[in-house]
Structure formats: C-alpha cells, structure tokens
C-alpha cells in the first residue's frame, strides 16, 4: 500500500513539472503570469546556483577553488536568486521594474546570460 501510494505521489509530481519547463520558457514574456512564474521557479531553485558556481569556478580556476570559491559565490548568488524569487512571487500583479522586467539576470538558473537555456 505504502509503495503504490508513493508511486502516485512520485508520478504526480513528475506530471506537473515536465510542462514547467515549458512554462519557465513562456514566462519570458513580459506579463504578471510571466513575472509570477518567474518568481516561482527563481524561489524554489535558488539553491542551484550552488553547484553551478562550483562548476563555474572549478572550470575557469580549478578544483580547489571551486570548493571553497566557488561555495561561497554559490551561496550569495543562490540568496539573491531567492530573494528575488520571493519578491517577483509577491509584487507580480504589479509592473515594477517596468513591463514585468526580470530583477534578476539571467531571469532563470538554468538560462546563460543571453537567455539561452542550458543544453
């Protein structure tokens, strides 16, 4: 009983997050619902920006410096990207920056600074 319930959980959640991706591309537009999805997802993946700044640094100044550099640029940058995650989430109905602007760039983790996603 315990394993089928976990496995509707388990396939529940993966059927709302597979078309979230295709919502993180749409929320580009420049909208309240853009902006406000902009804010979910900048919230709930903040913490990537962790591993990606480790990566980042280990591949432009080595191992050791990506563990301990690389750590460190991973927090601040993941606290800004929840922070502005969480204000985006609370002020989208209202269009400040103007035009439903992003606050932060790149507006998503997983985009370059371009707004290419990641492949």
Do not use: C
């Given at each position: ?13 993966l059927?709302?997050?597979?078309p ?36 980042e ?19 601040g940058?993941g606290?800004?990207?929840t ?17 439903y ?6 507006e ?12």
């Amino acid at each position: 009983m315990r394993l089928a319930s976990r496995l509707v959980i388990g396939l529940v959640a993966l059927i709302l997050l597979v078309p979230s991706t295709v919502w993180a591309d749409q929320a580009s537009h420049h909208t309240a619902f853009g902006k406000l999805t902009r804010g979910f997802f900048n919230t709930v993946t903040g913490w990537v920006e962790i591993p990606k700044r480790i990566h980042e640094t280990s591949q432009t100044s080595g191992a050791a410096a990506g563990f301990t550099w690389g750590v460190l640029r991973g927090i601040g940058y993941g606290f800004v990207r929840t922070a502005a995650g969480l204000y985006e989430l609370v002020t989208f109905p209202v269009p400040a920056p103007p035009n439903y602007e992003p606050v932060i760039v790149p507006e998503f983790v997983f985009t370059d600074e371009v707004g290419n996603f990641h492949k």
